[in-house]
C-alpha cells in the first residue's frame, strides 16, 4: 500500500525542552516544577531524570548533524521558560537565548525550518511560588517570554506554537494532580483552563507585537473518543467526553467561548474582555494523536478496569480526572497493546482529523506536531535496533493522514514524535519513541530502522506499509485424515503481544469420518478430551467414539435436522426460523453455562482439547471466538481465524450440504443463498463480540455472570497464554 502527499507537504520530527536538554541548572537556568518534583517525591522507573535527560545542551552539534541525516524538512522544539525567564520580575537570561539561537541558526544551516513551541509544562518554579496557573498573573508572565523570545528570533522561525498539549499541566497538573506540582484543586482547578487560554491569546498578542514572521497557532492533543460498547449509556457517555478532549480548548481558541459546563464552574473568573483575547486568529493548529479514547460510562466503567495489565495501569489515574463527568476512560476491547500504556486504534487518527473538519469548518491549516509509539527497543548484540513495531505504527498512522486529505483535510505537515530517545516524564527511558537510539548512561546516540524507513519516507514523499506478517503456530492447521477444518489456536496473538501456546486446543468439523490414520494423528496430537458442540440428536447418530478419550457433550444448539446440522436449521430462516446471525446470537444467550463448562474442561484437560461441531464453524466457531477473546487475543485475530473456515472446508463440503438439503423434502435453495450461508464473514463473530460487550462491558464479565469466576479465569490464561 503506497500513497502519494501533495506537493509541498512539510515532513518533521519533534522533542521538548525538559525531555532532551539536560543542564538543568547550567547557565543561569533556574528549577522548574519538574526539577522540584523529581528532586523530591517524584521518581522514574529507572532512576533518571531531567537533570541530564540525553544531554543535547551539550550534544547540540551532534544532533543537529543527525537530523541533517535524516532529511526532514522542519523540526519542532520547545524552549524551557525557566532557562530564559529566571524570576518574578521578568529578568531574560542572556545565555538561555543564545542556546536557543544556536538552536534555530543551525537548523537553517542545515535546511530544517525551526518550530518553536513556547511551552511544554516546564513551568517555572518561581511562577508556581506566585499561585502558578491558579493565577490570572500566569497570563502576564507568560506573556513576556513570547515577547523576549519573538524578539530575539521572530525572523527566523517558520511556525510558533503558544503551548503544547495544554489539558495536561490543568487537568492532570491541578484538578487531578498526579503530574507536577500536583495540586490536587478539583473542580477549583478548572480555573487552570481558562487562565492556560488566557495564557496562549496574550502570548499571540506579544509575538505578532514582536513582528514575527512565522505561522502562530498552538497544539492541542485531539486523540478522538469512541464508545466502549454499543451500549446508550456508554454512547451518552462518549458525547460527554468529547467535550473534555478537543472542544474544551478549542472552542473558546475558536471564537466559541467557553463551554456551558467550564462556564458554569468559572463564575467571576472569566472578565471582560478575556474570551476576545483568547480567541486571538491562528494561523495553524498542531494536532498531537497517539491512540483513540474509549469511554464508558461511569456505572459501567468497574468491568472494564477489573483486570488491567501492568501497561494498562495510567487508566486509574485517569479516574481522578473524570470523576464526577459521568464518563471514564477505560481499554478498548479487543484492541492490540502497543508501548508506553496505549492501545493500537486503527481508524483513530483519520476519524479525528474527519471530527476536526465536520466539527469546525473554520479551523485553521493542520499540522500532525506529534504522532508515535514508545517501545523498550533494546539494542541487538550487533548494536543494530531493530524496531519493526515503530514501523508498522507510522505506517498505517501516516496512511491515515493520505487518507483525511483525499477526504478534504487540510493537514500540510507530519511531525514524527520523536526524533530522539528522550525521557519520557514519568516513565524515565523505559518507553523510547525515538527514531534515534541513546543509551541514557553513555549518551551514544544510535539511528533505528526506524529512522532509515522514515528518511525513505521523506525522501520520496510517500509512505510503504511493510509487509504484514502472520505468526506462525498451529492456528495455521493441522492435519487429521478425514476431517476438515481442523487447526489449532497456538501463536495467536493476545493484547498485550504475547502468544498463545501450541498444542493445548484444537477445533475442527465433525468427527464422524476421520480415518484410521486420523485416529493415529490425533492421539498423536495428545488429545485426551473432546469436546462435542453438536445437537443431541446428533450425537445420538454419530457419537464420538475414542477410546481413552474423554468427551464432553456440550450442545449449543439443536438444528432442525441432524442430518445437515446447523445449516439447515439456518435454511428455516427463509421461512420464520433463525439465520445464522440470530442463532449466534442464541448461542451467546442462552448457553453460557455451556460454554463455560466447556472452559473448565479445557483447564482442567490434563492432555489437548479438540473441540468440534458438524461443520467446526458456527458452533465451534462462536465456543472459540469466546475462548479467545477470554484469554485476551485480539479481536482482529478472532476474526480472522473464525473466517477462514470458509476456505478450509471447501468446494466438497459444499457439495455435500447440497446433497443434503436436496435429500430432505427436496428442498431447493438459490445458489447464492448458499453461499451465504456456508460462509463465514467477518461481521457475524463480530456481532457476537459486540452483543456480549453490550449487555455485559467485557467478555470476562458475561463469564463470571455464567458463574466463570476472574480466578478461573486466570488460571485458564496462565494455562494457553505465553
Known amino acids: 500500500m503506497t500513497n502519494t502527499f501533495p506537493e509541498g507537504f512539510v515532513w518533521g520530527t519533534g522533542t521538548s525542552a525538559y525531555q532532551v536538554e539536560g543542564a538543568w541548572d547550567v547557565d543561569g537556568k533556574v528549577p522548574s516544577v519538574w526539577d522540584t518534583a523529581m528532586h523530591s517525591t517524584l521518581r522514574t522507573p529507572d532512576g533518571t531524570s531531567g537533570d541530564r535527560a540525553i544531554d543535547q545542551y551539550h550534544r547540540l552539534d551532534e544532533d543537529l548533524a543527525l537530523l541533517k541525516d535524516l532529511g526532514a524538512g522542519a523540526h519542532r522544539f520547545s524552549v524551557a521558560w525557566p532557562r530564559i525567564v529566571t524570576d518574578a520580575t521578568g529578568t531574560v537570561n542572556q545565555a538561555g537565548l543564545d542556546y536557543y539561537e544556536r538552536l534555530v541558526d543551525g537548523l537553517l544551516e542545515r535546511g530544517i525550518a525551526p518550530a518553536l513551541n513556547l511551552y511544554h509544562w ?6 508556581e511560588d506566585l499561585g502558578g496557573m491558579m493565577t490570572r498573573d500566569f497570563a502576564e508572565h507568560f506573556g513576556h517570554l513570547a515577547a523576549v523570545v519573538g524578539e530575539r528570533m521572530g525572523d527566523r522561525v517558520a511556525q510558533w506554537f ?17 503530574l507536577p506540582p500536583a495540586r490536587r484543586e478539583g473542580v477549583a482547578g478548572m480555573a487552570t483552563v481558562h487562565y492556560l487560554l488566557l495564557a496562549h491569546g496574550t502570548s499571540i498578542s506579544a509575538l505578532r507585537a514582536a513582528g ?11 486523540n478522538g473518543v469512541v464508545p466502549a460498547t454499543t451500549h446508550p449509556d456508554d454512547i451518552a457517555a462518549a458525547e460527554r467526553a468529547e467535550y473534555f478532549d478537543g472542544r474544551l480548548f478549542l472552542d473558546p481558541m475558536l471564537g466559541r467561548g467557553h463551554l456551558p459546563e467550564l462556564a458554569a464552574v468559572l463564575g467571576d473568573t472569566v472578565r471582560d474582555g478575556d474570551l476576545e483575547t483568547i480567541a ?50 477505560v481499554p478498548a476491547p479487543g484492541l492490540p497493546w502497543g508501548g508506553a500504556h ?4 486503527p481508524g483513530g487518527l483519520r ?20 504522532n508515535g509509539i514508545g517501545y523498550p527497543d533494546v539494542p541487538y548484540a550487533s548494536g543494530v535496533i531493530h524496531d519493526e513495531l515503530r514501523i508498522e505504527y507510522l505506517a498505517w498512522a501516516i496512511q491515515e493522514v493520505a487518507d483525511a486529505i483525499a477526504d478534504g483535510a487540510r493537514v500540510r505537515g507530519y511531525h514524527a514524535w520523536s526524533s530522539h530517545d528522550n525521557l519520557q516524564y514519568m516513565a524515565g527511558f523505559t518507553q523510547r519513541f525515538g527514531l534515534i537510539h541513546v543509551d541514557p548512561d553513555t549518551l551514544v546516540r544510535t539511528p533505528k530502522a526506524s529512522f532509515d524507513w522514515y528518511r525513505e519516507v521523506v525522501r520520496t514523499g510517500a509512505v510503504t506499509a511493510p509487509a504484514s506478517t502472520t505468526p506462525g503456530g498451529d492456528h495455521v492447521g493441522i492435519d487429521i485424515s478425514g476431517v476438515r477444518n481442523a487447526r489449532g489456536i497456538g501463536g495467536l496473538q493476545t493484547l498485550d503481544g504475547r502468544l498463545v501456546r501450541d498444542g493445548l486446543v484444537f477445533r475442527s468439523a465433525g468427527l464422524h469420518a476421520i480415518t484410521q490414520a486420523g485416529r493415529q494423528q490425533l492421539a498423536g496430537l495428545g488429545v485426551s478430551t473432546i469436546l462435542d458442540l453438536r445437537g443431541t440428536t446428533e450425537t445420538e447418530k454419530e457419537p464420538d467414539q475414542f477410546p481413552g478419550v474423554r468427551v464432553v457433550s456440550l450442545p449449543l444448539h439443536e438444528p432442525s435436522d441432524p442430518e445437515a446440522g446447523i445449516v439447515l436449521g439456518a435454511v428455516a430462516g427463509a421461512s420464520g426460523g433463525p439465520a445464522l446471525r440470530e442463532v449466534y446470537r442464541e448461542i451467546a444467550l442462552t448457553r453460557g453455562a455451556e460454554i463455560v463448562a466447556g472452559l473448565r474442561a479445557i483447564t482442567s484437560a490434563e492432555g489437548a482439547v479438540l473441540a468440534h461441531c458438524t ?24 476474526v480472522r481465524t473464525y473466517a477462514e473456515s470458509v476456505e478450509r472446508l471447501g468446494a466438497e463440503f459444499r457439495s455435500e450440504v447440497s446433497g443434503l438439503l436436496g435429500l430432505h423434502g ?16 467477518a461481521e457475524l463473530i463480530e456481532d457476537v463480540l459486540a452483543g456480549i460487550r453490550h449487555d455485559h462491558g467485557t467478555v470476562a464479565a458475561y463469564l463470571a455472570a455464567h458463574g466463570f469466576s476472574y480466578d478461573e479465569l486466570s488460571e485458564l490464561r496462565r494455562k494457553l497464554v505465553v
Open 122 to 127: 516546564d513551568t517555572p518554579q518561581w511562577m
Open 162 to 178: 503558544t503551548m503544547n498539549e495544554p489539558t495536561h499541566p490543568s487537568l492532570a497538573g491541578y484538578v487531578a494532580g498526579f
Open 212 to 222: 514575527v514572521s512565522g505561522q502562530i497557532g498552538t497544539i492541542l492533543s485531539m
Open 280 to 329: 486571538q486568529p491562528m494561523d495553524v493548529l498542531g494536532v498531537n494523536w497517539y491512540s483513540t479514547y474509549t469511554v464508558a460510562s461511569a456505572e459501567r466503567a468497574a468491568v472494564h478496569l477489573a483486570e488491567l495489565p501492568p501497561r494498562a495501569s495510567m487508566f486509574l489515574g485517569f479516574a481522578p480526572v473524570t470523576a464526577g463527568l459521568g464518563f471514564a476512560i
Open 342 to 345: 496505549r492501545q493500537l486504534t
Open 351 to 370: 476519524g479525528a482529523l474527519d471530527w476536526l473538519a465536520a466539527t469546525y469548518p473554520e479551523h485553521p491549516d493542520v499540522t500532525i506536531t506529534e
Open 615 to 638: 461443520a467446526g464453524k458456527d458452533r465451534t466457531g462462536v465456543f472459540v471466538a469466546l475462548l479467545l477473546a477470554a484469554i485476551g487475543v485480539r479481536d482482529d485475530q478472532i
Open 666 to 681: 427436496g428442498a431447493t435453495i438459490a445458489e447464492d443463498t448458499l453461499d451465504e450461508l456456508l460462509a463465514s464473514p
